[in-house]
């Protein structure tokens, strides 16, 4: 409330200071227009004593009566302040109102703008449009791929279990055979046999009848299958020459 009636104080003192202003101008303006008047009225006397030493036919623009001149100069006075109340209401009225001319600027621009946009959200569709697309094929392929990979990787596993069963069924036929066939072995498919023969034995065991083995080999990368079945022969209570 304080504060209210503070504003108002201040609003009454500017308003009060204002209307003195305008007052003492007016009163400005008086005085100046009463000096010219009287200067006026004076360049008249002087221009009528010396029309009276030099009498002219017809009255000038410049005889006009002083009366006639301040009447004038109260209507300009009354239109100017007219026109400035004018143009303060328009002022005040029209203050925020945009330009014709920068309107028009603004609409085209804002026209320019849109269409922008619009080709813009086209062209983002598009390439999400695309995008998806290969999105879908991506997903697919990467579906037949695992497909593919799941079933190669189900294949080699087959493949290798039936290669393992004939490696073992070889070996087996190989052990058991009663009138083998000389052949040479790998230090692996000895090692091998070697277990399919003495599933018993430790890894200690079998290495060291794969280290007997080689040194009565010729080479010590390859063995003969004579000597896989001298070792099974013993093992079975059998005496063969080899």
């Given amino acids: 409330m304080a504060m209210r009636e503070k504003d108002r104080t201040m609003q009454a003192v500017v308003e009060r200071l204002q209307c003195e202003l305008s007052n003492q101008y007016l009163q400005y303006r008086e005085e100046r227009d009463a000096r010219k008047l009287l200067i006026w009225h004076l360049s008249d006397l002087t221009r009528a004593s010396v029309k009276e030493e030099h ?77 998806d697309t290969l999105l879908e094929l991506h997903k697919r392929g990467s579906m037949q791929s695992d497909t593919h990979d799941s079933t190669t990787v189900q294949i080699d596993a087959t493949v290798s279990q039936g290669q393992s069963k004939i490696q073992s069924s070889q070996l087996k036929e190989l052990i058991n055979s009663n009138t083998p066939e000389s ?60």
């Fill in 55 to 131: 009498p002219a036919g017809e009255n000038t623009e410049e005889a006009k009566d002083p009366l006639e001149l301040q009447l004038a100069l109260r209507v300009c006075r009354e239109d100017l302040t007219k026109a400035q109340e004018e143009l303060s209401k328009m002022k005040a009225e029209y203050w925020d109102v945009v330009p014709r001319r920068n309107w028009d600027n603004l609409e085209q621009t804002h026209k320019q703008t849109l269409l922008q946009l619009k080709t813009l959200q086209d062209d983002f569709d598009q390439l999400k449009s695309e995008y």
């Fill in 183 to 242: 052949r040479t072995l790998t230090i692996q498919e000895f090692r091998a046999a070697l277990r399919t023969a003495f599933p018993l034995k430790s890894d200690e065991e079998i290495d060291e009848l794969v280290s007997s083995a080689q040194s009565e080999s010729d080479r010590s990368d390859i063995i003969s299958s004579q000597i896989l079945h001298s070792l099974v022969r013993t093992s079975r209570g059998f005496t063969i020459s080899v």
